[in-house]
């Protein structure tokens, strides 16, 4: 039945179809601006080269990895088991789904709303219902692309912070090469939208919720720092790379999918400003990351957290650790990408008093196993487990990030985290 559905799924298209991209407008961006340079190591006058990650901080691990720091060189060697496991792969572009977007171009990606399932109590499954929480397998087959997409955002991932820290050329060179298949190669390449994300059979070919699913091209973009900065890249791949990011940034600006998500109220706004403010910061257009960021204190904190620390539209969720800590952690990001341009999103308080801070406050007693989380957690182990693998490593994240102790010694928030939180966010008292 799944396999018929699946089969099915852009050949029903919408009873009511809307177009995804309407209100889109054309607007130029110098892609020669891009920001690839990064400093000396030696050199610390600017700590905040990279753009998505704190290069100082990446450094600081890379040299506690040399004098063999047990904390770091276990998380390093777990990173180069998985990143020679990406060596042997071969990139799986969007190309290659079975599906055909409502386009009819396979270089669009295509997936579908991972909550959404066929109705039961109808012979035909529609109106496709709402089962939140809980995630429809079609919406991870090979026939369309969420998995593809975050199997190469992982691997750029894996094989970039294994370049960075090992000085190993062969890492580069995998990860250049799924560069170039997803975003040089014209027989492979994917399109630069998401106007098919997210799509509800019968019902709509795309929606905002799609953008949510590419928050990780921050690794593409450390992935093309890192390489350009060692003269891995050509003056030609640079130059189509970065027509590409151009050209991606203008889509969610200016697609009506990408103002929904910027007019939003909850995690996906939080994604977006994420990959806005990043992307904004790689393309030169400094002014426009400042501006989103300082619009982010009404928008996104103001909006988004309560006087009294709570996230309403998180905790109402069916996962509702998993939704709280994602969208704080998130906006840690935001806050973070924020820190080199001035603005201070941490310490921002909005005329009710809510704050960042105020979030933190209200989760702690719970990652502290000071109180039982009252919210519903259907994920397995519920929120017990949740808090464990999610909320812990947020406050020991969020702790190197703003470089202050957020939660109690004795919760030993740091445990949970994984190897590449460990390398890209180390625990406060181990770099201090």
């Not at 692309?145 to 090992?166: H, P």
Request: hydrophobic fraction near 35%; charged fraction near 25%; include cysteine.
């Amino acid at each position: 039945m799944l396999l018929l559905w699946a089969g099915a799924f852009y050949t029903l298209v919408a009873k009511n179809p809307s177009n995804p991209n309407e209100g889109a407008n054309n607007q130029h961006i110098n892609s020669e601006n891009c920001k690839v340079n990064l400093s000396d190591p030696n050199d610390n006058s600017n700590e905040y080269s990279l753009i998505y990650l704190n290069e100082e901080r990446l450094q600081k691990v890379k040299d506690l990895i040399a004098k063999d720091d047990a904390f770091f060189t276990d998380a390093y060697h777990q990173l180069i088991v998985e990143a020679n496991q990406e060596l042997t792969k071969t990139a799986n572009p969007v190309t290659r789904k079975t599906q055909i977007p409502p386009s009819g171009d396979r270089h669009d990606y295509m997936s579908i709303a991972p909550y959404r399932w066929p109705n039961p109590e109808t012979t035909d499954g529609f109106p496709w219902i709402v089962r939140d929480g809980e995630v429809n397998p079609m919406s991870r087959g090979n026939d369309t692309d969420k998995v593809r997409l975050s199997e190469m955002f992982g691997a750029l991932s894996k094989l970039s912070m294994t370049y960075f820290f090992s000085d190993d050329i062969k890492y580069a060179d995998k990860a250049k090469s799924i560069l170039k298949t997803w975003f040089i190669d014209d027989a492979t390449k994917v399109n630069p939208n998401v106007n098919f994300g997210q799509g509800i059979p019968g019902e709509v070919v795309g929606r905002r919720a799609g953008i949510i699913e590419w928050r990780s091209i921050s690794t593409v973009i450390t992935t093309i720092q890192l390489l350009a900065a060692n003269d891995l890249l050509s003056d030609d791949e640079m130059k189509i790379l970065n027509t590409w990011i151009a050209e991606y940034y203008t889509w969610l600006k200016t697609s009506q999918l990408g103002i929904d998500n910027d007019n939003g109220l909850q995690n996906h706004s939080t994604c977006y400003d994420y990959q806005m403010v990043g992307l904004a910061r790689y393309l030169g257009l400094e002014n426009e990351a400042k501006s989103r960021l300082e619009a982010a204190k009404i928008n996104r904190i103001a909006t988004q957290i309560k006087p009294d620390g709570s996230q309403p539209r998180e905790v109402g969720r069916t996962k509702s650790v998993h939704y709280s800590t994602m969208n704080l952690r998130v906006m840690t990001f935001v806050a973070e990408l924020g820190m080199p341009l001035g603005v201070d999103l941490w310490n921002y308080v909005a005329t009710d008093g809510s704050s960042m801070r105020k979030a933190f406050e209200c989760l702690k007693p719970f990652a502290e196993g000071k109180e039982k989380w009252p919210y519903k957690q259907i994920t397995e182990g519920g929120a017990e487990k949740a808090i464990e693998e999610e909320m812990k490593p947020l406050f020991s994240i969020a702790g190197t990030v703003y470089e202050e102790e957020l939660i109690d010694e004795g919760a030993r928030a740091y445990q949970n985290l994984s190897y590449m939180e460990k390398l890209q966010y180390p625990p406060l008292f181990k770099i201090k």
